[in-house]
């Protein structure tokens, strides 16, 4: 992005024309591992919300290292490979006058056919999944909340209550019609919130650059500069919003963005533990100390399924966090 500042202020590419294919290269391969390494994290959501109780087995550490790994290496298979073999490009160069000199340009003149497969691969396929995955990660999200609402009921009032208050009684108050506010519908609200802010911007920021990044490598005139430099630093950006509104719509990815940038400050009391878990996983549970650890739902006997009512309804309020 530095160099595409530099670039795109001065109108002309001052790091030399060996330079620009590799910096075109990077630039492939960076905006690709973006978007592919969102819709990796769409697949972990869904898993987590679909089978919660064997996420734990099937994301392990080794995949998820499995995973970062397939994703870079297919960002870098479509980036640098063909733009070393030149095949990116057509063989003429643009050439910047500024009144007195020739200057060389750097910038994305694709060829038709890498412009189609590079979007396809880079950004269309992968937005499907997306898209996919969102919309049945919702859904699943939906059916968790209505199999709550049929376990759970509202506990009811004690015998020595319900004697204290045959004495006193009060008229019923008039009904006021107004909006739903019982937890379920707070987490359907929120877990709809989730998925349309995440799609919601990630589409804004990347598809008016793809659709153009097309239409320029067929015609070369209809896309002006200044255009296409708008569309791709508002394509950059999303790599800015990810942080903010993933860690703002999801507890793990906070605490794991806490726990990355305060690496060996943050004493070792308060790191999750095996022990604090209990018998569960796939709950969040707040600490004395403000922190935050996960556990899932997993009795190890039978005894232990009682607990899972109560557990179920603690499980409700992170539904939503866990998209």
Same mark, same amino acid.
């Given at each position: 992005?530095?160099?595409?500042?530099?670039?795109? &202020?001065? @109108?002309?590419?001052?790091?030399?024309? %060996?330079?620009?294919?590799?910096?075109?290269?990077?630039?492939?391969?960076?905006?690709?591992?973006?978007?592919?390494?969102?819709?990796?994290?769409?697949?972990?959501?869904?898993?987590?919300?679909?089978?919660? &109780?064997?996420?734990?087995?099937?994301?392990?550490?080794?995949?998820?290292?499995?995973?970062?790994?397939?994703?870079?290496?297919?960002?870098?298979?479509?980036?640098?490979?063909?733009?070393?073999?030149?095949?990116?490009?057509?063989?003429?160069?643009?050439?910047?006058?500024?009144?007195?000199?020739?200057?060389?340009?750097?910038?994305?003149? &694709?060829?038709?056919?890498?412009?189609?497969?590079?979007?396809?691969?880079?950004?269309?396929?992968?937005?499907?999944?997306? &898209?996919?995955?969102?919309?049945?990660?919702?859904?699943?999200?939906?059916? $968790?909340?209505?199999?709550?609402?049929?376990?759970?009921?509202?506990?009811?009032?004690?015998?020595?209550?319900?004697?204290?208050?045959?004495?006193?009684?009060?008229?019923?108050?008039? %009904?006021?019609?107004?909006?739903?506010?019982?937890?379920?519908?707070?987490?359907? $609200?929120?877990?709809?919130?989730?998925?349309?802010?995440?799609? @919601?911007?990630?589409?804004?920021?990347?598809?008016?650059?793809?659709?153009?990044?097309?239409?320029?490598?067929?015609?070369?005139?209809?896309?002006?500069?200044?255009?296409?430099?708008?569309?791709?630093?508002? @394509?950059?950006?999303?790599?800015?919003? /990810?942080?903010?509104?993933?860690?703002?719509?999801?507890?793990?990815?906070? #605490?794991?963005?806490?726990?990355?940038?305060?690496?060996?400050?943050?004493?070792?009391?308060?790191?999750?533990?095996?022990?604090?878990?209990?018998?569960?996983?796939?709950?969040?549970?707040?600490?004395?100390?403000?922190?935050?650890? #996960?556990? /899932?739902?997993?009795?190890?006997?039978?005894?232990?399924?009682?607990?899972? @009512?109560?557990?179920? %309804?603690? $499980?409700?309020?992170?539904?939503?966090?866990?998209?």
């Amino acid at each position: 992005m530095t160099f595409a500042g530099v670039n795109d &202020l001065l @109108g002309y590419w001052v790091f030399g024309t %060996q330079f620009c294919d590799t910096w075109i290269a990077f630039d492939v391969m960076c905006s690709t591992a973006s978007i592919l390494n969102l819709c990796a994290i769409s697949l972990d959501r869904y898993i987590h919300i679909k089978d919660p &109780l064997r996420y734990g087995r099937w994301v392990t550490r080794r995949i998820a290292t499995a995973g970062i790994a397939v994703v870079w290496l297919l960002a870098g298979l479509i980036s640098f490979v063909p733009i070393s073999l030149g095949l990116h490009r057509a063989d003429q160069f643009l050439v910047y006058n500024d009144g007195k000199e020739e200057h060389p340009t750097c910038a994305l003149d &694709l060829t038709p056919t890498y412009a189609v497969v590079s979007s396809c691969i880079s950004f269309y396929v992968p937005c499907m999944v997306m &898209l996919g995955i969102y919309c049945r990660l919702y859904c699943y999200a939906q059916k $968790h909340v209505k199999s709550i609402r049929a376990v759970t009921k509202i506990p009811e009032v004690s015998v020595g209550k319900s004697f204290r208050t045959k004495s006193r009684y009060k008229p019923p108050k008039p %009904q006021m019609k107004s909006k739903p506010t019982s937890p379920y519908h707070v987490s359907d $609200h929120k877990a709809a919130i989730t998925v349309g802010v995440i799609m @919601g911007v990630f589409l804004i920021c990347w598809v008016p650059f793809f659709c153009v990044n097309i239409v320029a490598a067929y015609c070369k005139t209809c896309i002006s500069v200044q255009a296409f430099q708008v569309l791709t630093w508002l @394509g950059y950006s999303n790599s800015a919003f /990810n942080p903010i509104i993933y860690s703002i719509f999801n507890t793990e990815f906070r #605490e794991a963005f806490k726990r990355i940038l305060t690496k060996g400050v943050r004493s070792r009391g308060n790191q999750p533990s095996t022990s604090e878990c209990g018998e569960f996983r796939s709950i969040v549970i707040q600490k004395h100390n403000g922190s935050m650890i #996960e556990c /899932n739902i997993s009795p190890r006997s039978s005894a232990d399924s009682s607990h899972v @009512g109560v557990i179920a %309804q603690v $499980h409700r309020d992170t539904i939503a966090s866990a998209i």
